[in-house]
Antibody, heavy 118, light 106 residues
Framework: QVQLVQSGAEVKKPGASVKVSCKAS????????INWVRQAPGQGLEWMGW????????KYPQSLQGRVTLTTDTSTSTAYMELRVLRSDDTAFYYC???????????WGQGTLVTVSS | EIVLTQSPDFQSVTPKEKVTITCRAS??????LHWYQQKPDQSPKLLIK???QSFSGVPSRFSGSGSGTDFTLTIDSLEVEDAATYYC?????????FGQGTKLEI
């Protein structure tokens, strides 16, 4: 069965960086892309970008351009999301979801809580 | 960017009731509209893709319709386990965007 397993919770100081992993199993990794979505506590969902597991092509929203980098490692079927220059309003659950750039997210990871606090 | 507005924001419902949640888009985009269910402390789960296609394993009481700017998620004969927040999501144009969510309290 398709599974996306994310890395554990992180606590970071303002200005630092965080890198969250998302390990895929149960399907051919390079056949699908990975979308990243975040959710501040008690808030709605925000799309953070998409990466192709086939060739590494990425797309980011203007709001995060320059601060976020999405990558994949096909040897381990793992996707990564790195967010830099963290601010307190980056405190959120970060989710990976399997899907194309213009598709739904059909399977989601369990989420990773990133807390940014001095 | 396409803004999705859901209504209502919150609804108190009873078991066996029929529930309708709407999602209105700021511009027309066809049928690249998807619906998710999120329960407390869980990640979102896909219910309906491309406006009306049920995702594998989703109970038949969930259905979707619409195109262009107006979309609907219907839950026939609500069950207690359907207490959750529901989100619509468009993947037609970038950035992908989500509705603000509709919380169903049973």
């Amino acid at each position: 069965q398709v599974q996306l397993v994310q890395s554990g919770a992180e606590v970071k100081k303002p200005g630092a960086s965080v890198k969250v992993s998302c390990k895929a199993s149960g399907y051919t990794f390079t056949d699908y892309g990975i979308n990243w979505v975040r959710q501040a506590p008690g808030q709605g969902l925000e799309w953070m970008g998409w990466v192709s597991a086939y060739d590494g092509t990425t797309k980011y929203p203007q709001s995060l351009q320059g601060r976020v980098t999405l990558t994949t490692d096909t040897s381990t079927s793992t996707a990564y999301m790195e967010l830099r220059v963290l601010r307190s309003d980056d405190t959120a659950f970060y989710y990976c979801a399997r899907g194309g750039l213009h598709n739904s997210g059909d399977y989601w990871g369990q989420g990773t809580l990133v807390t940014v606090s001095s | 960017e396409i803004v999705l507005t859901q209504s209502p924001d919150f609804q108190s419902v009873t078991p066996k009731e029929k529930v309708t949640i709407t999602c209105r888009a700021s511009q027309s985009f066809g049928t690249s509209l998807h619906w998710y269910q999120q329960k407390p402390d869980q990640s979102p789960k896909l219910l309906i893709k491309y406006a009306s296609q049920s995702f594998s394993g989703v109970p038949s009481r969930f259905s979707g319709s619409g195109s262009g700017t107006d979309f609907t998620l219907t839950i026939d004969s609500l069950e207690v386990e359907d207490a959750a927040t529901y989100y619509c999501h468009q993947s037609s144009s970038l950035p992908q965007t989500f509705g603000q969510g509709t919380k169903l309290e049973i």
